[in-house]
């Protein structure tokens, strides 16, 4: 059974930083392509960044580019979102996704989900 288990999520300060950990049980996430997501509620949930299985290809969203950095730690099993510079706008809940096709495009193609971790950014 493929599970996802988001964490480090919290209250942070405009200006600062957190790194979000995807931890993977019941697979080996390094055969799958890992995107994070984010939804404030009333929303629509949002993709935020990708990393894909094949080939290193990373993409991110407009509004998050050279702040976010996602990145994958293969012996730990998990993947890593490093958010820095925080912004209000960036409060949301965060779920990260696995699929086993190896590219970031087709984000639909999404069919495993972690619970999701709270990040507010708030003075």
């Known amino acids: 059974q493929l599970q996802l288990v988001e964490s480090g999520g919290g209250l942070v300060q405009p200006g600062g930083s957190l790194r979000l950990s995807c931890a993977a049980s019941?697979?080996?996430?390094?055969?799958?392509?890992v995107g994070w997501f984010r939804q404030v509620p009333g929303r629509e949930r949002e993709p935020v960044s990708c990393?894909?299985?094949?080939?290193?290809?990373?993409d991110y969203a407009d509004s998050v580019k050279g702040r976010f950095t996602i990145s994958r730690d293969n012996a730990k099993n998990t993947v890593y979102l490093q958010m820095n510079n925080l912004k209000p706008e960036d409060t949301a809940i965060y779920y990260c996704?696995?699929?086993?096709?190896?590219?970031?495009?087709?984000?639909?193609?999404?069919?495993?989900w972690g619970p999701g971790t709270q990040v507010t950014v708030s003075s």
């Open positions: 990393s894909a299985s094949i080939g290193g290809g990373t």
């Open positions: 996704a696995a699929k086993s096709t190896w590219y970031c495009q087709r984000k639909f193609e999404f069919n495993a």
């Open positions: 019941g697979f080996t996430l390094d055969r799958y392509t």
